[in-house]
Nanobody, 115 residues
Framework: QVQSVESGGGLVQAGGSLRLSCGVS????????MGWYRQASGKQRELVAR???????TYVDSVKGRFTISRDNAQNTMYLQMNSLKPEDTAVYYC?????????WGQGTQVTVSS
């Protein structure tokens, strides 16, 4: 497996929650900082949350206090718990190394938040 595989997206009402999952090749995952990115229609892809190999986390201001990034190094899996979702969170969500590697970009998972 080279490309990331994201899952867990869907349609949810504002205020709801979703939990995204991401699988990445172990050789990439174990030794790198990782990030969740999102791309809304007509906008550039942006880094939403970042987690270091040691578990330190940072978030873009717009999701602070609502999203939580985590990683399971034994399973080469990363998660994004999204609470109190807003319509402006609607986007395709991707995971990748931070900074990203072009060949890792997968299909992403669509998150749609209705008002």
């Amino acid at each position: 497996q080279v490309q990331s595989v994201e899952s867990g997206g869907g349609l949810v009402q504002a205020g709801g929650s979703l939990r995204l999952s991401c699988g990445v090749s172990g050789s990439i995952f174990r030794f790198n900082d990782m990030g969740w990115y999102r791309q809304a229609s007509g906008k550039q892809r942006e880094l939403v949350a970042r987690i270091t190999t040691g578990g330190s986390t940072t978030y873009v201001d717009s999701v602070k206090g609502r999203f939580t990034i985590s990683r399971d190094n034994a399973q080469n899996t990363m998660y994004l718990q999204m609470n109190s979702l807003k319509p402006e969170d609607t986007a395709v969500y991707y995971c990748n190394r931070n900074p990203p590697l072009t060949y890792i970009w997968g299909q992403g998972t669509q998150v749609t938040v209705s008002s």
